[in-house]
């Protein structure tokens, strides 16, 4: 096979060769000429995974327990993807901790691909990128894909609309409960893991959760919907998705306690989901962020590959001295390289 | 005076009245079709203010760092603007409870101006949004603002590019000290503070920064140049800028301990900016940034207003489908639609 061209890279890929995969990944991440390419060839492969989104703050032993989801999974004859979304400096050695402890547990196993990608090239870059490699483990044919992130901030829930389950991890005693349920977690959980439980202060923290679930659920992904987003209206769906309520599943990820539980917990939601149309609600959302960034990109440099370097120079130097604000300077160089949009 | 127009507005702002203050913002966040003439008209008064990031992890205790922050710069006669991007959820109670405690400490302080930003309305219109606000409170003469980041994910980064001077909070006890020292801080971080330094830990969490920060300060900024970033290159500045070595300041910030040392190294950092030019190459940075998501945003929005609502739909529905490849849609849309770029 040869691994250096488009169908080659392909149909070695939809065999099963891991060389091959991690070579595709690599291509995606670089954005080298080949990434488009495969991601077409790729892109009708794709469809058949449940994607599993897990988050929560630092501390709440996320890696451990992604560990543990997955060993459950294999002992059930799945295949896993993992992709850890990692925040860490090369500099703190975090990345190397965890991978140390994901390669004891895992290492060897050919039904499991970990993957770490960083949050380096920023400013949208990483959400479509994992996209793009969730699409491509999916292709690859693994059944679970899990997306790791750290913290529980705005990226991270544009990360967890590519998910089709969210679980967001909490545990006790990391500063007050309210502290703790922060982020907006409710709108993106599915299902909670109050990990860590063998740790005081576990009920006060179920009960938290409780009492806000107790408040009502807000309407999922509003706050995907919300602002400039491309329009998805699917109101069908999402009423069935409200009659969903997230379960509260307590764990031990250190010993594997709970995990099965929440396991059974995903799989239950990934039913729902197929039965209720949340899922082709889900696809469609998905579609349209997909779309959405990938076009703002792509505008983006088509403009910039046109305008002269002086321009940009003298426009950041003229906002840097307050010359003149941002957006009249951004009006000023769309006219001097010119835009026109007209429809055929 | 005409709170109704922009000049009325603007000069009330630039006059101190509170009211105009209150009434720009609320035209820039819902973006009224008075914000861009708004934004026009103050950005040649800004670019006064120190503006300084705090951000860590939830549970180090950045809120009540901030309050402390702000009463010893209270003390020493100077004006303070705090934004703080706030992710809770209105479901958890978390802003409310974050908010009454800066009420007892600050409230009805004329020389403090205190605004909470929800970090809905994803993909990139924070990040604007929170740039702009900045903004206004500079021209509306704070001295120092100070902005307040929940999480050290990546659109925090992002957020922090709008400081000069960016303060990472710690604390011990959550997690081990590399859960706690992760999100590439080191790259953004000028201070760190070691908050609730009478807990058990604290030593370690000093140690292991500081041995973190032995092996080498990374080059600062590197993650934002990284990628798609518009160009800004500034070699001097940046050999300079190198010359900084984060110092670590010990807080208890409930009693207040450490304050005046954190507010004196946030000093030095300021005064070590303004000597070797450093403040000049964030500002470009910052205009590069501002530029960049602007300009993005504006060819999204020129695009999209033009395309057939049809259209757009069933590009979702083929993406969704896997028809085809988001990547293949977004040609084929701007096929469709047309875009013509020509220089003059």
Redesign the interface.
Known sequence: MDLTTVTGLTEALLAGNRRALARVISHIENNTDLA?PL??AL??H??QAHIIGVTG?????KSTLVNALTQVYRQQGLTVGIIAID????????AL?GDRVRMRDLAGDPGVFIRSMA????????AQATADVIMVLDAAGFERIIIE??????????IASAAYTTVVVEAPG??DE??????????IADIFAVNKADREGVDRTVMALKM?LS??V?EKFQ??H???????EIPQARQDASAWTPPIIKTIATSGQGAKELVDAIENHRLYLEQSGGR?WR??L???????????????????A?T??EA??A???A?????????????R??E?????????
């Open positions: 488009r991601l077409a892109y009708p794709a469809g703050s630092p501390g709440t032993g925040p860490t400096s090369p500099f703190s050695g975090g901790l949050t380096r090239g920023s400013l949208g870059g990483l992130t750290v913290g529980v901030g705005q990226s991270e829930v544009e990391l500063g309210v502290q703790a349920i922060k982020a907006g977690v409710l709108e806000m408040l009502g807000p706050v995907m919300h602002g400039r987003m491309l329009p998805v082709l696809d469609r998905r579609a349209a962020t997909e779309l959405r960034m990938i076009l703002r990109d792509y505008l983006l440099e088509n403009l910039l046109r002269p370097p940009l120079q426009a950041i130097e906002v840097a001295r307050r010359d003149i604000d941002p957006y009249t300077a951004v009006q160089l769309v001097e390289v010119g835009v026109e949009v007209t429809a055929h």
